[in-house]
DNA sequence: CGTCGGCCATGCATAAATGTATAGCAGCTT
DNA sequence: AAGCTGCTATACATTTATGCATGGCCGACG
């Protein structure tokens, strides 16, 4: 068994594949080209089969290579992950890179002013936030820690949940003292509401809550919880908003005060991380500030 | 930023934190304790600080080079997997290793039919049993299909529901015979049951529909399904087994049906290995096994 | 207390991997 | 149709990484 598949061999793999050449890969690696061929072609020797067909334009990948392509980018992610770790790091300091991955509403309107702070005690510190709403996997996407809105599965990671955050409905008041404030569920069918375009599956799950939270009847669709809430905030009609987040806006009248939906937030981290410094004054500052939003009713 | 640092390097990192010395690591890697050595001392250069305290007996980790191991460890699980995935492809053909993950009852009373049907028809697979109740990860462990009892969370799997597996409790004939039958849950008390020992996760989610069956109204305590199916096999006295297995052996008897678990369960896969021969195989096989073993009622 | 075994560090020879240069081929553009 | 560009493959020179040998150090053991 060959078991001395030099590591290296899959991170030139990965570029052949990304880029389609040898020649390309190469520029992107900071090698040359012949060096590129040889990599793949011991690769190719030590798998026992070809990874790629050449060409005269490039290198098209077998059905073989494609399988492993995955793999090849979990791997690089992982040594992204781990160079960043690895880099900065202080003895007792908190200093390096932490990349915290958030919900784009949490990460533009509850982070900021907690990760200045925090900065302002650690000036050692570089943060990256990754804003997006898809359900980022720890150990898949370059993220050390993660804001949820779902509790961790995963057993390796160290999640600590930090409360309830309410979604619930609100409209600006001269949008209501113009359109009325509904009474009833049913009400809502008469009014200008703001809401998702296309259904995902934390959305799936959501409407279960609100089923008369549906597609056919918004006016206003947007994927983007920060334009729905920009067209709240403008008073536009009826969308759903975080409550503590509402509650900033003294326009902002919740209405239908029944129909609350809960979300369970968590913040979760790598296991591997908890004896880095750094890491756990990020995680530290990011459960403070996600209690106290959450906190709020 | 030196973006430049050699995946081999990790290896030999990961080799030496292990073996806590770099002849050690050289020993397991096959190359020579210098080299090792300069391997290290890349990486510390790499990194700008010190990863190992250099002692007579050996090196010492420090608090860096803790917090890189995991990521290290990741690093080398997905490496395998690569390895595993690429050696044995043959276009077109099931040939090559393939890593089942399955809980221990459905390791042992479920798929083995299964996977020996399956060998026959693809002589050059091998298959890879991990038998274990811990929620495998399958980005975490090296794990290319997974039986799960719960629905996968992470997007990047291609993961198919092949029904709901009912566990109920069930009594060996002469053990009723003896000791009466329970006609109601609170009677579950003057019986011997047979249960759990130490609370995990599942057993705390599972517990909220059986709220008697608590720990310590046990009379055998087991953490091994294994061990407790056996002994509801031998006549011990009442314990939860899954009502397919149950089936096959005509002196178990079902009591109390109304109390009635289902497991909904799941098979998963890296979407990454859709386009691979094997691993398709082996999934459709695990689909077919375990949506026969869910139809049985 | 001396010996043995295991470990790290260093100097040096060698082998291995890489880079340079070039040839050849295909597809574009003018 | 000729010229340009981008690609792979190969031959050759060179750098780089590795292995080997050795020395020094510490702890275990008889």
């Known amino acids: 068994m060959a078991d001395d598949i030099s590591w290296e061999l899959y991170r030139t ?39 790629f067909t050449r060409t005269q334009t490039g290198l098209k990948p077998t059905e073989a290579a494609t399988a492993l392509q995955g793999h090849a980018e979990a ?19 908190a200093t390096g890179t932490v990349r915290v991955s958030a919900s784009e509403v949490i990460s533009m309107e509850v982070l900021p002013p907690a990760l200045a702070a925090l900065h302002q005690r650690h000036p050692g510190l570089r943060i990256e936030v990754d804003a997006s709403n898809a359900v980022q996997d720890l150990t898949q996407r370059e ?3 993660a804001v949820r809105m779902a509790p961790p599965k ?35 069918a008469r009014h200008a509401l703001i809401g998702y375009d296309r259904e995902t599956p934390f959305i799936r799950e959501a ?42 806006d003294p ?33 530290d500052a990011l459960v403070a500030c996600l209690q106290a939003h959450a906190g709020i009713q």
Chains 1, 2 share one sequence.
């Open 13 to 51: 793999f990965l570029a052949v594949l990304r880029e389609g050449s040898l020649s390309g890969a190469a520029r992107r690696l900071g090698i040359t080209q012949p060096t590129a061929g040889r990599h793949v072609a011991l690769l190719e020797d030590a798998f026992g089969q070809p990874l």
């Open 75 to 93: 791997m690089e992610s992982v040594a992204a992950s781990l160079r960043r770790t690895g880099t900065g790091f202080r003895e007792g300091e």
């Open 143 to 145: 993220v050390d820690i």
């Open 154 to 188: 995963q057993g390796v990671l160290v999640a600590r949940h930090v409360g309830t955050v309410a979604v619930a409905l609100f409209a600006r008041d001269d949008y209501l003292a113009r359109a009325g404030t509904p009474s009833s569920e049913d009400d809502l």
């Open 207 to 248: 409407r279960k809550a609100w089923p008369s939270w549906r597609r056919d009847a918004f006016t206003f669709r947007a994927d983007s919880d920060l334009v729905q809430l920009a067209l709240v905030r403008a008073g536009a009609g009826i969308g759903a908003c975080q409550v503590a987040l509402a509650r900033r």
């Open 251 to 283: 326009r902002l009248v919740r209405v239908l005060p029944a129909m609350v939906f809960p979300l369970e937030t968590w913040v979760a981290m790598h296991g591997n991380l908890r004896t880095s410094r750094r890491h756990k004054v990020v995680f």
